[in-house]
Nanobody, 119 residues
Framework: QVQLVESGGGLVQAGGSLRLSCAAS????????MGWYRQAPGKQRELVAI???????AYADSVQGRFTISRDYAKNTVYLQMNSLKPEDTAVYYC?????????????WGQGTQVTVSS
């Protein structure tokens, strides 16, 4: 079992920055990918950024060039540096981790952290 704990959310003015962290514990021997999703009120959860164990990264078009995902393998932690924040970035941000167990892909979620961007 994998446990994910997010931190770093909060209230920030438009144009500001925040850094989210997600620490993984438990069966973290092989986490094939880690990423961030977000869900705004009344909207579906959407992928924000993801990084895999080949250190490849991918971003949603809406955050490309403003957000950066990184992973510290020694600390089993993934980060999301968010710059030039916009009010439309307001959402609950969830950390996600994927691993393969017995040939099946398992998805693990954190509890979420609120990010609010004021105009």
């Amino acid at each position: 079992q994998v446990q994910l704990v997010e931190s770093g959310g909060g209230l920030v003015q438009a144009g500001g920055s925040l850094r989210l962290s997600c620490a993984a514990s438990g069966s973290t021997l092989r986490l094939n990918a880690m990423g961030w999703y977000r869900q705004a009120p009344g909207k579906q959860r959407e992928l924000v950024a993801i990084t895999d164990d080949r250190r490849s990264t991918a971003y949603a078009d809406s955050v490309q060039g403003r957000f950066t995902i990184s992973r510290d393998y020694a600390k089993n932690t993934v980060y999301l540096q968010m710059n030039s924040l916009k009010p439309e970035d307001t959402a609950v941000y969830y950390c996600n981790a994927l691993n393969v167990v017995g040939g099946s892909v398992r998805s693990h979620w954190g509890q979420g952290t609120q990010v609010t961007v004021s105009s």
